[in-house]
């Protein structure tokens, strides 16, 4: 993290096809599940499962995750900005990367409430999320990782 902290994601279960996750900074565990081409996850509120990802998305694409946080109705619009790029982190090089924009929104009062926050996920093919970085400057890119 851009703090010089670090933090480690691992699946911790596996049951047809619903994964349970296990975050070393949270208490929470969050499930996943591939429907089709889609990835879905319940880490913004626990219990509904909304897209997270999609498998070969086009630039252009588009869906949004609705949710409730610290009692305000919350809106992250994603928009697939770049497919098949190549991105540098952390000194490794990933090929066949996706970067998806999420939007922050707010709801209020029937209003929908642009934040201009940004967030930017690169995702690299078979490997997963290799970086998040905000338009705030925040930086989080993958160190290590292990498949089995």
């Known amino acids: 993290m851009k703090d010089g902290n670090s933090y480690s994601n691992e699946v911790t279960a596996a049951e047809g096809n619903i994964f349970t996750m296990k975050n ?5 565990t969050i499930q996943m599940r591939k429907d089709g081409d889609t990835y879905l996850a319940n880490h913004w509120d626990g219990t509904s499962f909304q897209v997270l990802l999609k498998d070969n998305p086009a630039t252009g694409d588009s869906w949004e ?17 770049e497919t098949g790029i190549i991105k540098e982190v952390n000194g490794k090089t990933y ?30 093919k078979g490997v997963g ?20």
């Open 24 to 28: 070393s900074m949270t208490p929470a």
């Open 129 to 148: 999320l290799v970086l998040t970085t905000t338009s705030a400057g925040d930086e989080q890119g993958l160190t290590d990782y292990i498949l089995n």
């Open 65 to 81: 995750v609705k949710f409730t946080a610290n009692g305000l109705e919350s809106i992250l619009i994603h928009t697939v900005q």
């Open 95 to 124: 090929s066949d990367v996706i970067k998806i924009d999420a939007e922050s929104k707010l709801l209020m009062n029937g209003s929908i409430i642009p934040l201009n926050y940004f967030t930017q996920y690169y995702y690299a």
